[in-house]
Structures are given as C-alpha cells and as structure tokens.
C-alpha cells in the first residue's frame, strides 16, 4: 500500500490511548484501531478531522505517501 498510516506514533507523542481518542473523536474502539493498524482502505474526511482535532495535529502527520518500488522489466 503507498499510503502509509502514522496514527500510532502521533498517538504515542501526544500520550494519548486509543480509548481516550475513541471517546474525543466519537468513534468506537475497533474502528479507530482499524486506522490505527492500517486495516481501511478509506477514511472519511470528517473522522480525519476529528482525529486531527483531538491529536492537535495535521492531517500529514497521520497520513504519508510512499511511492511503491517497480521491479525493472526483464529484457526480451
């Protein structure tokens, strides 16, 4: 996957549990953990700005783009 979920390390820095996050964004446990572990493969812009708003944070530092390494083409 070439979007990369951050939202455990910004979580750690800010010393915030996952239960804590739950109960500020109103989202249950095991979506936001979900998230969390990258298990999505989308998120609504208004969860991300209520995770946003309850971390301080901005959306770059949960979210980040890896481009995906092409393996060079055999020759023919």
Known sequence: ???????????????????????RVGIAN????????????AIRFSTLEAICEALDCQPGDILEYQRDE?????EA
Do not use: H, W
């Open 1 to 23: 996957m070439a979007i990369i979920l951050r939202l455990d390390r910004v979580m750690a820095d800010r010393k915030m549990s996952l239960n804590e996050l739950s109960a």
């Open 30 to 41: 095991v979506n936001l953990s979900k998230i969390k572990t990258g298990k999505v493969s």
């Open 70 to 74: 092409k393996k060079p083409e055999a």
